[in-house]
């Protein structure tokens, strides 16, 4: 299949909405700072990125359209955002060796999909501020069931 990755642009802001409220998200930020999953020219799912630290990252939103999940898109898309997350965060700075993390917080059961593609469940406290409080004051936090995720990479082979 032929799917590109990119940046999202400000056409592509109404189609990736529909898809992130799908799974109750929605855009975080401005829409240009979101990668997208395209296949002729179409939105199948997106993520966005936040540099938390030096080599240390925060995936804030990710969803594939609905019709489209349990085909590999999701596990495309992701898989791209954790093997280079200086790429695919806007303005993100980092070294050219070592190693780097990459935080998140699943909903549900989407943390099996996230323990498939190399994250491990963690405590809250191992994600950067303020995403380890960002379930604190939830009132939906018992039916959403959170877990804060972690993934941890490495650039070269010296790791």
């Known amino acids: 299949m032929d799917y ?4 999202a642009g400000p056409d592509d802001e109404e189609v990736l909405q529909a898809v992130l409220i799908e799974t109750d998200m929605g855009i975080a930020g401005d829409i240009t700072e979101h990668a997208v ?3 002729d020219n179409e939105i199948l799912g997106g993520g966005m990125l936040a540099q938390t630290g030096t080599n240390r990252y925060h995936l ?20 791209e955002l ?3 997350p ?3 965060c806007l303005n993100g700075e980092g070294s050219t060796a ?7 917080v ?6 099996k999909f996230y323990e498939k593609n190399g994250f491990a469940v963690c405590d809250f406290s191992q994600l950067d501020y303020p995403f380890d409080q960002q379930c604190d004051d939830c009132p939906d936090r018992s039916n959403c069931n959170p877990a804060a995720m972690m993934f941890m990479g490495c650039k070269t082979n010296d790791c």
Request: net charge positive; aromatic share 10%.
């Open 4 to 7: 590109q990755i990119t940046f």
């Open 37 to 39: 999953i395209k296949k």
């Open 60 to 79: 804030l939103v990710f969803a594939v359209r609905q019709g489209d999940r349990g085909l590999g898109i999701g596990r495309i898309l992701l898989n």
């Open 82 to 84: 954790i093997k280079q």
């Open 86 to 88: 200086w790429k695919y």
């Open 98 to 104: 070592g190693d780097y993390k990459i935080t998140t």
């Open 106 to 111: 699943a909903k549900g059961e989407s943390a």
